[in-house]
């Protein structure tokens, strides 16, 4: 069974830009969330979705964005690009079913660094 | 509001050794916590997940346990390897949606 897949890997925008990032969770897995790591802040949650809905969302600035798709494929998009965007983005998928309990499972991230 | 401590921060030992990592939180209230490793750049591979109702769980040289009263989980490793060299996360959900709340995790150096 194929993982959490990220797209891309590595991305390298200026001040002001906008990124959108991209991740397919596991097969039959409906839920999926994105957090920010950076060396300061640590692991943080930007926002969960499940079959299209967004059902949670962290104390992040409407700049960060997101959406899911009918095939539970997700986005996050950040507009405006600052310095402190630059940072390692996660996605991580969990259980087909409608429950928050359970194990989740994370991508290889994406790498944005902000010029 | 949900705090989650790791302690150490960091730890570097000889090969063979067994180590205990700590984790603490705050709000006893929680469903579940769970296990992270993750490698310099690299995603979080999950490790052991432990439900609330749950006191341990065991995978290979890895045992977690819970004790929710206390607000403590320890993750023991046996006899180390070079290649257990990670940075470990302990993360728990306590409510909102699959919202996992980390630690800043332990930093592990094994060297041969």
């Known amino acids: 069974k194929a993982g959490v897949t990220q797209t891309p890997r590595y991305l390298i925008k200026t001040r002001g830009q906008q990124v959108t990032l991209s991740c397919s969770p596991i097969?039959?897995?409906?839920?999926v969330s994105w957090y920010q790591q950076t060396p300061g802040q640590g692991l943080q949650f930007l926002f969960e979705y499940f079959s299209e809905t967004q059902r949670n969302k962290g104390n992040f600035p409407g700049r960060f964005s997101g959406r899911q798709f009918s095939n539970s494929r997700s986005e996050m998009n950040v507009s405006t690009l600052e310095l402190g965007d630059s940072a390692l983005y996660l996605c991580a998928s969990s259980s087909p079913f409608r429950t928050a309990e359970d194990e989740q499972f994370f991508g290889p991230g994406t790498r944005l660094t902000v010029l | 509001k949900q705090e989650v401590t790791q302690i150490p921060a960091a730890l570097s030992v000889p090969e063979g050794e067994n180590l205990v990592l700590n984790c603490s939180f705050t709000?006893?209230?929680?469903?579940?916590l769970q296990w992270f490793r993750q490698d310099p750049g690299k995603g979080l591979t999950s490790l052991l997940l432990i439900q609330s109702s749950q006191r341990e769980q065991t995978s290979g040289r890895l045992n977690a346990s819970l004790d929710k009263s206390s607000g403590r989980s320890t993750l023991y490793i046996a006899a180390s390897q070079p290649g257990d060299s990670a940075t470990y996360l302990c993360?728990?959900?306590?409510?909102?949606?699959?919202?996992?709340?980390f630690g800043a995790g332990t930093r592990l150096a094994v060297h041969p």
């Open positions: 709000d006893s209230a929680i469903y579940n």
């Open positions: 097969s039959g897995h409906r839920s």
């Open positions: 993360a728990v959900f306590s409510g909102g949606y699959n919202k996992l709340i």
